[in-house]
Structures are given as C-alpha cells and as structure tokens.
C-alpha cells in the first residue's frame, strides 16, 4: 500500500492541527484490510508509536497524546487522519502513517510538525 502524508506544519503550543494519510492507488478493500497507524520520530529519538486503529476502528494511543489526539479511518476514501489537539513543543517531530496486514508494512514519507513554545 502506497501512503501520502500531508498536514503538517509549524504551530503554537495549544493549537490544534490535522494530519491526513492516504493510499489513492489502493484497492478500497485491500486499504480496508490493514491496521493503520500514525508513529513520530523527533530528532535524535527513536521512531515511537502514536496511534493505531484496526480495521474495525478500535483505536490505541500512546500516553503521551490520550486525550489530545484523534485516530480515525475513512474507508471510503481511504484515508486515515490525526486530530492533534492542545498540542506541546514534545509533540514536535516527524509523523508517519503505517499500514500494516500480518507482517506486511507500508511506510508514507514522513510530515513535520513543529510547535513552539
């Protein structure tokens, strides 16, 4: 599955931004079919989980962002976003969307997002 990332941006602490990914050239079942998720990476750290909904829209969050953050899918479009509210300068860093089926994974190029304080 083939992923565009896109929303990102440069914020205040305390506003809210929207991440979006999609798979345009996806068949809408096979996109239907996988787990999605978002994960970040700020500088000089690892790669870390942000939030995750299966293919029946159970949603799974890091601590970190239960509360503040949004995980939703739209089947129809083939879409998955990331309501990101109240946010902080430790959210700052660079957000991936994941689609995962078994063992398969598929990475979109990643999206900034910087807040300041």
């Known amino acids: 599955v083939q992923l565009q990332a896109f929303g990102g941006g440069v914020v205040q602490a305390g506003s809210s931004l929207r991440l979006s990914c999609a798979a345009p050239r996806a068949i809408t079942s096979v996109f239907n079919a996988h787990e999605m998720g978002w994960y970040r990476q700020a500088p000089g750290k690892q790669r870390e989980l942000v939030a995750t909904?299966?293919?029946?829209?159970?949603?799974n969050y890091a601590d970190s962002v239960k509360g503040r953050f949004t995980i939703s899918r739209d089947n129809a479009r083939k879409r998955v976003s990331l309501q990101m509210n109240s946010l902080i300068p430790d959210d700052t860093a660079t957000y991936y969307c994941n689609a995962k089926q078994g063992l398969n994974l598929s990475w979109g190029q990643g999206t900034l997002v910087t807040v300041s304080s």
């Open positions: 909904i299966t293919t029946s829209g159970r949603t």
